[in-house]
């Protein structure tokens, strides 16, 4: 069974200050990983993904994560936060081979404080 | 390109009227999925759809029924309508199982 956690449902940062939005995932098999943002009264649009080509994964708006293996973590940052950034943030897992369920974290509501 | 596009975006119902939320796809998508939205549960999953006329159970099927005549819609039936169904549903879809999910804009369902 695969599952994702994220820490923290609601995270604060003042704008300009480092974005570390935590996950940690559980998979019997190499995964998927991918960050997805909703911004408010709107569906979710992908962030990034991880499908094992590069352990450290460039998305849009300047986000990136770092696949950990050994932590089973896939935590997501930004050097600096805008105003702009402040919405919900969903780390899913999904794993590899066939059609597979994705799972989706909690999420994180991201608040940027100006 | 339209991408997905759910209908009604929103939907008021009475305790035991029944109800098809619409999904359409225009992207040749294989995958198609169906999820609800509530406060601090994420994301959870209602059905899904590996292609025209194949459907499975997500983790949270019950009251809830789905089928795929075709690859570009999927429409989500609640038989009988539940103060507990009220939610947030998002349609989605892929091309492939590792490709990213493109999801619609929901629909907020009220059930009183």
């Known amino acids: 069974a695969q599952s994702v956690t994220q820490l923290g449902s609601h995270v604060s940062v003042s704008e300009g200050a480092l974005v570390l939005l935590r996950c940690n995932y559980s998979s019997s098999v190499p995964p998927y990983l991918f960050w997805y943002v909703q911004y408010p009264n709107q569906g979710l649009q992908l962030l990034l993904k991880y499908t094992s080509a590069a352990t450290l994964v460039k998305g849009i708006n300047g986000f990136e994560a770092e696949f950990k293996k050994s932590e089973t973590s896939f935590h997501l940052t930004k050097p600096s936060a805008h105003m702009r950034d402040a919405a919900e943030y969903f780390c899913a897992v999904r794993n590899s081979g066939g059609y597979q369920k994705v799972t989706f974290g909690t999420g994180t509501k991201l608040q940027v404080i100006p | 390109n339209a991408g997905v596009t759910q209908t009604p975006k929103f939907q008021v119902l009475k305790t035991g009227q029944s109800m098809t939320l619409q999904c359409a796809q225009d992207m040749n998508h294989e995958y198609m999925s169906w999820y609800r939205q509530d406060p601090g549960m994420g994301l959870r999953l209602i059905h899904y759809?590996?292609?025209?006329?194949?459907?499975d159970q997500g983790e949270v099927p019950n009251g809830y029924n789905v089928s795929r005549s075709t690859t570009e819609d999927f429409p989500l039936r609640l038989l009988s309508a539940a103060p507990s169904q009220t939610s947030v549903y998002f349609c989605?879809?892929?091309?492939?199982?590792?490709?990213?999910?493109?999801f619609g804009a929901g629909t907020r369902l009220s059930v009183l």
């Open positions: 989605a879809s892929s091309y492939r199982a590792k490709n990213i999910q493109y």
């Open positions: 759809s590996v292609g025209a006329g194949i459907t």
